[in-house]
């Protein structure tokens, strides 16, 4: 891999020089500099695209390569699947629901499931009562997943086969038996996700996508570009859909039904400006305004075995700084800098060239950092 580290502290050095700190056309010009010789050393990456959102200055995304393999140049504006970060969302709808108190996150999850899920469960062998919506929100439930290898293999044979929610509920419930004591080990599941929709829908009485589409106000904050796929209509003027891919099956995007990975471990499409504006205003307080409840989205969770995930999202440090992220299984990342009061976030349109987003993201931080200090 070229690394970036020689171009950045060119940049760093041209920035500080004379005690003159970037303006925000220097920044992007010196953002775009960095996505191009990103792309130019990684083309299998097909096609990345780069939203920054800093302080009041307006969003900036740059995209480069193609929306299509061998097919049309990829506009920044065109939307994407992001898989798991819609659990951010999911996450953020719940503490909406807290704060309105109609629930608490300590609750016993067998207040809010329906009597076929809470069956599942208790067949399995959990004990319901004693699993609460934290355990689930941080994925230390104790409760197996239903994606496994056997999951992808089935996938990958059957593109177009329609999930349900319950389908996947209750394949989790028989191809495994309970991984631990709740709060006694994380992993990260979508089972988790899944049960949380569920909950939504029996507090709101609304289908989980329309009513995290209010708690988390899309509308009010002019999120127009976001939705989920084959559950809601494709919002008014919007781009075609990236194809995303994954070489491993020969994935693209296009050929599978969405159902896979649709129910609240995954759905959203959005525009990576979209994701990154939901970022930046999550931590703004624009959408869980009660600060003591949206801290517990970034909160250390009790867990016997270590892990970074805290509610709906990973803490972790990059560039020498706390930053909150998520990512999805296709190659969408978003981060929060608190300190810089900067959201990333970073699309790679081929999966498994996914690692340099972190690459990418660290020379965007650094970069920032730097004129902050100023």
Known sequence: MRSLQP????????????GIV???????????????TSFAAHPATNGIIVSVATGNEKIWTYA???????????????????????KTYVAAAILRLQEQKKLNITDPIANYLTTE????LVN??????????????????????YVDDG?????NKNKKHRWTRKEQIVRATTVAKPLAAPQDTFQYADINYLLLTEMIEHITKKPFYTAIRELDKFETLGLNKTWFQTLEKTPQKTFALAHQYWNKYDWDTYDLDPSWDLYGGGGIAATNADLTRFFKYLFEGKIVADTAILSKMYTDVPCKTKTKYCMGMYKFTIAGMTAYYHGGFWGTDAIYFPELKTAISITILEKSERDLSSEICKA???????????
């Not at 171009?7 to 004379?18: D, V, Y």
């Open 7 to 18: 171009f950045i502290l060119a940049t760093l050095i041209a920035f500080s020089a004379n």
């Open 22 to 36: 970037a303006t925000a056309q220097e920044n992007s010009k010196a953002f775009q500099r960095i996505i191009d």
């Open 364 to 374: 965007i931080a650094e970069i920032l950092k730097a004129k902050n200090t100023k």
């Open 117 to 120: 899920t809470r069956n599942c």
């Open 151 to 155: 999951y992808f293999d089935f996938v």
């Open 64 to 86: 480069v390569g193609k929306s299509q393999r061998n097919g049309a140049i990829l506009n920044a504006e065109q939307p994407l699947l992001i898989a798991s970060n819609t």
């Open 124 to 145: 399995d062998g959990y004990d319901i009562q004693k699993i609460k919506i934290s355990h689930l929100l941080s994925h230390t439930s104790g409760i197996a997943d």
